[in-house]
């Protein structure tokens, strides 16, 4: 599912004395089937951009083509819940996702909330939990007993539970540690490839956007400065340079063994896959 946005500017408060311009002219396609990757500082506007895309908020000027739906101004109720089936969105925090005290409460919201029937959810909640990783013994569990990665997989399963085309995620590595972070990141390649899901991720991490993304979306005070794939985007050192942004540590280490040593090194993103490039070569 293609994501069009075209000429979205969006102001909080607009026309008060507080008013703020978070996004400034944005124009960009996403492609589906992808996962994308967008970086920049606290305050670029990353998390107002993929606010826009389930309708969370909605553009002061220009529209967010998705499908059928154009995401605009006086957009009607009744399609911004269908479009919210199609796209769904992981908040940074799961906690600020959760709406009920058990496990199964909380995975069948959304289907109760689109009036699914009942003979149907237990199977669609059991199939998601396993989806992520999770077996029907968590039904029962208590949300607020559960671990950081725990709950970032319940929120995961609580949207991925009404089956969306595209899946927004908010820093989802953030709190996790090496092995949690290890598993999110096969779940989310298992649905981009076999499943055939537009993961979309906002995230500080470079490292863990060059191993999993294939697009780069950078911003910097509510533009977008580059977009492109993700070697092109993380070859441009300068960019990087000039917007205080960090480029991925094996990018870096490339680049300095260039630079520095004339050692031409291949474009890894796996450690162990630059090691042996480094035997060859040294």
Partial sequence: MEIK???????????????????????????????????????????????LLNALIIPSYGNVQVADFNIQKNMRLDNINKLRRKIGLVFQFPEDQFFNPTVREEVSFALKTFSYKSDRLHKQVSESLKLVGLDDNYLERKVSSLSGGEKRKVAIASVMVF?????????????????????????????????????????????????????????????????????????????????????????????KVRKEKGIKLGNHTDVKDLIKDIYRNV
């Fill in 163 to 255: 089956n969306p085309k595209v899946l927004v995620l908010d820093e989802p590595t953030v709190g996790l540690d090496y092995k949690s972070q290890k598993k999110l990141l096969h779940l989310l390649k298992k649905l981009r490839n076999r499943y055939k899901k537009t993961v979309i991720i906002v995230s500080h991490d470079v490292d863990m956007l060059n191993l999993i993304a294939d697009d780069i979306i950078v911003m910097d005070k509510g533009k977008v400065v580059a977009s492109g794939t993700k070697r092109e985007v993380f070859k441009n050192t300068s960019l990087f340079e000039k917007y205080g942004l960090n480029l991925p540590k094996i990018v870096e280490f490339i680049g």
């Fill in 5 to 51: 946005i075209n000429n979205v500017n969006h102001i909080y408060n607009e026309f008060t004395p507080f008013a703020k311009k978070a996004l400034d002219n944005i124009n960009l396609s996403l492609e589906s089937e992808k996962i994308i990757g967008i970086i920049g500082k606290a305050g670029s506007g990353k998390t107002t951009l993929v606010e």
